[in-house]
């Protein structure tokens, strides 16, 4: 319910930037101050399991926008960030071309309460800029904690054994782009590109629209 006023208000107000969230004058996702002062990054995290790119670093503006895109309904925002994941994710990864995207699933609990799934709104932004479609074959379980309330420390073991393969489509030998909204440690990931190793993935490389650590940012020409 909560979503659908929020999309009603959007509707009726006019276009807004992306980051600020101030009035736009023109048809830009961005006003002119945060073009400038967030220019699209390209950053390449290495994981565990896989690696992890992503466009933007997850703090100040950015940080605030991605928020409201997770918890509060802005769900216009994935065409945004899903075309810059696209464009920072061919930077830096131009020999790889995915066979599927696969977004990192929510549990039928907290999908039922968002109304979303944040990831899969990226995915499905992302498919556009590749020929590759968007499949679901992961589930996740319901009893855990949330991440972004645990220490480094807690978050690997937090998401062991959470999330399992729902076997409706088959992965085996596929060139997998598996999709977040955030990558902090990487644990999630990593546990998601493990389940799909051990159901035959040839190659799963990670996508996020920010970072929460800025290890190999490379600023975009």
Excluded: W
Aim: net charge positive.
């Amino acid at each position: 319910m909560k979503s659908f006023f929020n999309d009603l208000l959007r509707l009726i107000f006019p276009q807004r930037c992306v980051l600020c969230n101030q009035i736009l004058l023109s048809d830009s996702p961005l006003c002119e101050d945060c073009r400038k002062g967030n220019p699209r990054l390209s950053i390449l995290r290495e994981t565990a399991c896989s690696s992890c790119v992503a466009p933007y670093a997850y703090e100040g503006a950015v940080r605030e926008s991605i928020i409201r895109f997770k918890f509060n309904g802005y769900r216009e925002y994935a065409s945004f960030y899903g075309c810059a994941m696209a464009e920072a994710f061919r930077e830096q990864k131009p020999d790889f071309l995915p066979d599927m995207l696969v977004a990192v699933p929510l549990s039928k609990k907290r999908l039922k309460k968002r109304g979303y799934n944040q990831a899969e709104l990226l995915a499905n932004a992302m498919a556009k800029h590749f020929s590759a479609p968007v499949i679901s074959c992961l589930g996740k379980r319901d009893s855990h904690s949330q991440q972004h309330f645990l220490d480094k420390a807690k978050r690997r073991e937090n998401v062991k054994g959470i999330y399992c393969f729902t076997g409706k489509v088959p992965v085996k030998e596929k060139r997998i782009l598996l999709v977040d909204d955030i990558v902090t440690t990487g644990a999630t990931l990593d546990e998601c590109a493990s389940v799909l190793y051990r159901h035959g993935a040839k190659a799963v490389v990670c996508a996020a629209a920010a970072s929460a650590e800025l290890d190999g940012v490379q600023e975009a020409p």
